[in-house]
C-alpha cells in the first residue's frame, strides 16, 4: 500500500465510510506506528507493517465471528429458555392443581364455604350445621358449606378425618377426596386420603357407606374404566388403587356392641367350648365371618379367657392351641392347617 493509498483509507476512516474489515485494519495499523509520523514511513515500511496487520486480522479473526454468531443466537437461545421455563411452569401448576376438589367447589358455587385445616397436633372435633361432627387429624383440611343444601350434604376432605354422620334419609352425606366420594345416610367411619405411601380408603365403624371412584378426579378425560362402587359394613375397609376399589377388615376391629354402644351379652370366657361355637361367636360379636375349610378344627374344644383381647389376638391363641392358621380374605377370616 501506497501513501496515497493509506491517505484515502485514512479520510474514509475518519468520515466513517469505511468497511468493518478496513475499520478493523486501520485500528490495528494505529497500535503497530507508535507514535511514528505518518509521512516518514516508507513504501516498504507501509507493505511490511500491511502484511503484519493483516496476519493479526486473520487471526483473531475467527473470534470476533464467533462472537457474531453467539450475538446472533442469542434470541433464538433466549426464545428456548423461555418455552422451557414455560413448560416447566405449566408441568408444576398443572401438579399441584386439584380437579375434583375444583369441581367440589363449583358444585356448591352458591353456598357459604368454610375451609379449617388442623394445625395441631392432636385431633379437633368440628360441628357441622346438620349436628355431624368431624374429628380431624393433624394437618388434615376439610371444606364445608356454613349451612348445608336442601337435597344433599357435600364435604371436601384433604387427609384423614373420623365422622359421626346425623342420620336424614332425605338430604344423604357426602365425602369428596381427591380419588373417592363416599355416600353415607347416617353412619361412622374414617376417611383417608392417599399419600406416597399409603393409598385412599375408608373404615367403618358403624352403618354402611357405598364408596366410589370421584369421576373428577383428573383434569383431562380418560378412557380408563371407573372402579365398581362397593359397599362397606361395620369392621370393613376399602382400599383405592389403580381404578380399582377392595374391599378387606379394618386392622384393630371393635365389638358391634362397643361401636354402637348397646348391651351385650356375650361373653368371651369359654370353657371346653367347640371352636365352631366359638366362632360363631366372634362372628356375631365382630360382624365378620370366621369359618375353617377344616371339619376336624370345628370339632375341637378351646378353654380361655379372651374378653379384654382384640379379635386378632384371641384368634392368636386359638389357633395356637389348635396347631392352625388363620388368613383374612377379603372381608372373611378363614382358619386352617
Not at 398443572?94 to 379449617?116: H, R
Not at 332425605?170 to 347416617?186: D, W
Not at 386392622?251 to 348391651?263: M, T
Request: hydrophobic share 40%.
Amino acid at each position: 500500500m501506497n501513501q496515497q493509498l493509506l491517505n484515502d483509507l485514512l479520510s474514509r476512516y475518519q468520515t466513517g465510510r469505511c468497511t468493518e474489515a478496513e475499520m478493523l485494519w486501520v485500528d490495528k495499523w494505529y497500535h503497530n506506528l507508535n507514535h511514528k509520523n505518518i509521512t516518514d514511513l516508507s513504501s516498504n515500511e507501509l507493505e511490511e507493517m500491511q502484511d503484519q496487520i493483516w496476519l493479526k486480522i486473520n487471526q483473531t479473526k475467527p473470534v470476533a465471528e464467533n462472537k457474531f454468531k453467539i450475538r446472533k443466537m442469542w434470541p433464538k437461545f433466549a426464545i428456548a429458555a423461555s418455552v422451557i421455563i414455560a413448560f416447566l411452569l405449566g408441568g408444576l401448576y398443572l401438579l399441584n392443581y386439584n380437579a375434583s376438589e375444583q369441581s367440589f367447589i363449583s358444585d356448591n358455587g352458591d353456598l357459604e364455604l368454610i375451609s379449617k385445616t388442623n394445625e395441631t397436633d392432636s385431633l379437633i372435633t368440628l360441628s357441622l350445621s346438620d349436628n355431624s361432627t368431624v374429628m380431624l387429624k393433624p394437618k388434615a383440611n376439610i371444606l364445608y358449606p356454613k349451612v348445608f343444601a336442601a337435597k344433599k350434604r357435600m364435604v371436601y376432605l384433604k387427609g384423614a378425618a373420623f365422622f359421626t354422620v346425623s342420620k336424614n334419609a332425605k338430604r344423604p352425606f357426602y365425602v369428596y377426596n381427591q380419588n373417592l366420594v363416599v355416600r353415607v345416610l347416617g353412619t361412622s367411619f374414617w376417611v383417608k386420603s392417599s399419600t406416597n405411601v399409603l393409598p385412599a380408603q375408608v373404615a367403618v365403624r358403624t352403618g354402611k357407606v357405598q364408596v366410589a371412584e370421584n369421576k373428577n378426579s383428573s383434569l383431562f378425560s380418560t378412557d380408563e374404566k371407573l372402579a365398581t362402587p362397593i359397599l362397606l359394613t361395620p369392621n370393613q375397609k376399602g382400599i383405592f388403587s389403580s381404578h380399582n376399589l377392595n374391599k378387606t377388615l379394618v386392622s384393630k376391629p371393635i365389638p358391634l356392641a362397643e361401636a354402637y354402644h348397646v348391651p351385650s351379652s356375650l361373653s368371651y370366657n369359654f370353657k371346653e367350648e367347640s371352636v365352631e361355637k366359638i366362632f360363631k361367636t366372634l362372628t356375631d360379636a365382630y360382624g365378620i365371618e370366621i369359618k375353617s375349610d377344616d371339619e376336624q378344627i370345628l370339632q375341637y374344644t378351646f378353654t380361655g379367657d379372651l374378653s379384654k383381647k382384640g379379635l386378632y389376638e384371641q384368634l392368636d391363641l386359638i389357633c395356637g392351641t389348635l396347631s392352625s392358621k388363620y388368613t383374612i380374605q377379603g372381608t372373611m377370616i378363614l382358619v386352617s392347617k
